[in-house]
């Protein structure tokens, strides 16, 4: 039976020989490593004619893009099974009011604010903005907005326009 050739390789030659498949495994793995790029937009992660890429097409294009919704829930120490079954029951809540910027990337935030009344949103609307003018502030509230706020807004000021407009919102 004839060895493989590495196996008829001395001990020294074999350790070189692993040594020199080691290093070209690191560079080759260094140099991949510069050529990754991280991918943001979850939505490469469906076919392009799919439903859910062309309705985020839709609303980036026409609604100045997708909102976000965070809810922060202070988790107890050890998780258990009601904190794990108060989670989840928040997928079936809906938000009970909008916090919107007058200025976003693509449109207004008088654009959203009317797109959402033509859609027959009822929900309440507390306007944001670094660009405060009295003919702003007039057509905000002209088109249903419950509060609105300058930048810089301070944290207890938000939350009681929050608060306000979801009371008048029940």
Request: glycine share 6%.
């Amino acid at each position: 039976m004839k060895l493989p050739a590495f196996a008829r390789l001395s001990g020294m030659k074999q350790a070189r020989a692993v040594t020199i498949v080691v290093v070209a495994c690191a560079v080759l793995a260094a140099i991949g490593a510069t050529r990754l790029e991280v991918e943001t937009d979850f939505t490469k992660n469906f076919r392009s004619g799919s439903s859910i890429a062309t309705s985020y097409d839709y609303v980036e294009k026409h609604l100045g893009g997708a909102g976000v919704w965070d809810v922060i829930v202070p988790a107890p120490a050890t998780l258990n099974d009601k904190f794990l079954a108060d989670v989840r029951s928040l997928e079936q809540q809906r938000p009970h009011c909008v916090v919107l910027d007058l200025r976003m990337p693509h449109l207004n935030g008088f654009h959203v604010q009317r797109a959402m009344a033509d859609a027959g949103t009822r929900l309440p609307v507390v306007i944001i903005t670094g660009d405060d003018s009295p003919e702003s502030r007039v057509l905000a509230l002209a088109q249903g907005a419950k509060a609105y706020l300058r930048k810089p807004i301070d944290d207890a000021m938000l939350l009681d326009a929050i608060q306000t407009a979801m009371r008048a919102f029940v």
